[in-house]
């Protein structure tokens, strides 16, 4: 970093906007200030759930309520949406043919550990969008990935997951390790740590066949589980020849390949899997493919699944370590139903990755514009600005490109002029009911703020 200077811009600048704009939000929201105090007399840290602390506002706006592709808080803002849920709502809030399922369930149950009428057809719905697996329903795609661990340690009886540095798995004990100076440790600032995660897990860095290769050559590693892009730390794109160069090593070496969409189903219809023709042995989803209801789904190939039920077969009775009450509830059918038949479909992809498009256009145009030091990368419906020059090619690349600092004043700005984007990596999503209008609001919004940022000094 140029000394004086953060992504481009001098340190000063960006902090007279962070305070300025920080002080325009409380001014505005008094009700929103009154609700977050008293709150705060309750919950842990002020807030309900830790991660809420990472927006970089002031304190939070409270929602009273959310449709389609915008958000209204309880001081009457009305905000464009393009969080949603950093990606839970990615097919806008509250979609019509779930919320009917949700009511028309509701009167029927929430829970009692059985299937319901749903069941057989959201199977049948799964395979069509994701491919012929044998599925198991979640909760969380945190669930989801702890099982099909446990699934690829049993079938190879091998105890190591091989991970890329920088990855994103939701908070699996075996992902929760980086790479430094090229040996595997504890990611730090892990709370509560205490056993030693090298026992179980070998980070390598993404888009790096010969450090996966030589990680597998030393034959304990049961799968390798890696999102298609990377999207923990500002997104890396997979370079030509790394997805199919990381299946033939899996199979060279007898290790399974697990493929964890969770953030990238905005990729297109049936995730960047079924759109790019990978080939996992596993494949995990979770967040948006029941609308919003806390719902994850995991799929074993059918030979998988077959090594699956041979291991099975010669366990000893009693816990398996796999499986949660709540989850394959029938309301979490009625939701995946509803998504998977009415929402996610072909002609609601089109329409996000064409107003995706638009909006990645429109910042990079910006970014031109002012001469920033900044890139933009999109995946299907999904849009980063990143402040630092790209592409990124790996974890490390990464974690350098993150800017807190000039992040959070620039998410403030945005949200002070009616744009919310995801508190994470400058992430933005298009939903099927986001509106093109609500696209161009959200990059005149942007282009304004790098005007102050990288407007000319003063002679």
């Given at each position: 970093m140029?000394?004086?200077?953060i992504?481009?811009?001098?340190?000063?600048r960006?902090?007279?906007?962070?305070?300025?704009?920080?002080?325009?939000?409380?001014?505005?929201?008094?009700?929103?200030?009154?609700?977050h105090?008293?709150?705060?007399?309750?919950?842990?840290n002020?807030?309900?759930m830790?991660?809420?602390k990472d927006?970089?506002?002031?304190?939070?706006?409270?929602?009273?309520?959310a449709?389609?592709?915008?958000?209204?808080?309880i001081?009457?803002?009305?905000l464009?949406?393009?969080?949603?849920?950093?990606?839970?709502?990615?097919?806008?809030?509250?979609?019509?043919?779930?919320?009917a399922?949700?009511?028309?369930?509701?009167s029927?149950?929430l829970?009692?550990?059985?299937?319901?009428?749903?069941a057989?057809?959201?199977?049948?719905?799964l395979?069509e969008?994701?491919?012929?697996?044998?599925?198991q329903?979640a909760?969380?795609a945190?669930d989801?990935?702890?099982?099909?661990i446990?699934?690829?340690?049993?079938?190879t009886?091998?105890?190591?997951?091989?991970?890329?540095?920088?990855c994103y798995?939701?908070?699996?004990d075996?992902?929760?390790?980086?790479?430094k100076?090229?040996?595997?440790?504890?990611?730090?600032?892990?709370?509560g740590?205490?056993a030693?995660?090298?026992?179980?897990?070998v980070?390598?860095?993404?888009?790096?066949?010969?450090?996966v290769?030589?990680?597998?050559?030393?034959?304990?590693?049961?799968?390798?589980l890696?999102?298609?892009?990377?999207?923990?730390?500002c997104?890396?794109l997979?370079e030509?020849?790394?997805?199919?160069?990381?299946?033939?090593?899996?199979?060279a070496?007898?290790?399974?390949?697990?493929?964890?969409?969770?953030?990238?189903?905005?990729?297109?219809?049936?995730?960047y899997?079924?759109?790019?023709?990978?080939?996992p042995?596993?494949?995990?989803?979770?967040?948006?493919?029941?609308?919003?209801?806390?719902?994850?789904?995991w799929?074993l190939?059918?030979?998988?699944?077959?090594?699956?039920?041979?291991?099975?077969a010669?366990?000893?009775?009693g816990?398996?370590?796999?499986?949660?009450?709540?989850s394959?509830?029938?309301?979490q059918?009625?939701?995946?139903?509803a998504?998977?038949?009415?929402?996610?479909?072909?002609?609601n992809?089109?329409?996000?990755?064409?107003?995706a498009?638009r909006?990645?256009?429109?910042?990079?145009?910006?970014?031109?514009?002012?001469?920033?030091?900044?890139h933009?990368?999109?995946?299907?419906?999904?849009?980063?600005?990143?402040?630092?020059?790209?592409?990124?090619?790996?974890?490390?690349?990464a974690?350098?490109a993150?800017m807190?600092?000039?992040?959070?004043?620039?998410?403030t700005?945005?949200?002070n002029?009616?744009?919310?984007?995801?508190?994470?990596?400058?992430?933005?999503?298009?939903?099927?009911?986001?509106?093109?209008r609500?696209?161009?609001?959200?990059?005149?919004?942007?282009?304004?703020?790098?005007s102050?940022?990288f407007?000319?000094?003063?002679?």
């Amino acid at each position: 970093m140029t000394e004086g200077l953060i992504a481009g811009v001098h340190i000063d600048r960006v902090a007279q906007m962070a305070e300025r704009e920080a002080k325009r939000f409380a001014k505005g929201r008094p009700l929103s200030l009154s609700a977050h105090q008293r709150a705060g007399e309750g919950y842990l840290n002020g807030v309900p759930m830790h991660w809420m602390k990472d927006w970089p506002m002031p304190f939070l706006p409270v929602v009273a309520r959310a449709k389609d592709a915008r958000l209204q808080d309880i001081d009457g803002y009305e905000l464009d949406d393009f969080c949603l849920g950093d990606t839970g709502s990615m097919f806008g809030h509250s979609p019509p043919a779930v919320a009917a399922a949700i009511k028309a369930q509701a009167s029927r149950g929430l829970t009692y550990m059985l299937p319901s009428h749903d069941a057989a057809e959201v199977a049948e719905l799964l395979c069509e969008r994701f491919g012929d697996f044998r599925w198991q329903i979640a909760t969380t795609a945190t669930d989801a990935n702890r099982f099909a661990i446990r699934v690829a340690r049993a079938i190879t009886g091998r105890p190591k997951i091989l991970v890329f540095n920088g990855c994103y798995h939701g908070t699996v004990d075996d992902a929760m390790v980086e790479q430094k100076d090229g040996k595997t440790v504890a990611r730090s600032g892990l709370m509560g740590q205490v056993a030693d995660l090298t026992a179980t897990a070998v980070c390598c860095e993404f888009n790096d066949l010969a450090g996966v290769k030589a990680a597998l050559e030393a034959g304990d590693v049961a799968a390798i589980l890696t999102e298609p892009v990377m999207t923990n730390s500002c997104m890396v794109l997979p370079e030509a020849g790394f997805h199919d160069g990381l299946r033939e090593l899996a199979d060279a070496h007898g290790a399974l390949l697990i493929i964890d969409e969770t953030h990238t189903i905005s990729s297109g219809l049936g995730g960047y899997s079924r759109v790019h023709a990978l080939r996992p042995d596993i494949f995990v989803v979770g967040k948006c493919v029941a609308g919003g209801m806390p719902t994850a789904v995991w799929g074993l190939s059918a030979k998988r699944a077959a090594d699956y039920m041979t291991a099975n077969a010669q366990r000893a009775a009693g816990h398996s370590g796999m499986g949660t009450t709540l989850s394959a509830n029938p309301m979490q059918f009625a939701c995946l139903k509803a998504t998977l038949a009415q929402v996610m479909t072909a002609k609601n992809y089109a329409h996000m990755e064409k107003l995706a498009d638009r909006l990645a256009t429109g910042l990079k145009a910006a970014i031109t514009a002012y001469a920033a030091p900044w890139h933009v990368v999109r995946v299907g419906a999904r849009v980063e600005f990143i402040c630092a020059p790209g592409p990124l090619r790996n974890g490390s690349e990464a974690g350098l490109a993150h800017m807190p600092q000039i992040e959070a004043a620039v998410h403030t700005a945005l949200l002070n002029r009616g744009c919310l984007i995801a508190p994470f990596h400058n992430m933005m999503l298009i939903s099927p009911k986001t509106k093109k209008r609500q696209v161009d609001r959200l990059i005149a919004a942007f282009d304004e703020v790098l005007s102050e940022l990288f407007a000319p000094t003063s002679a």
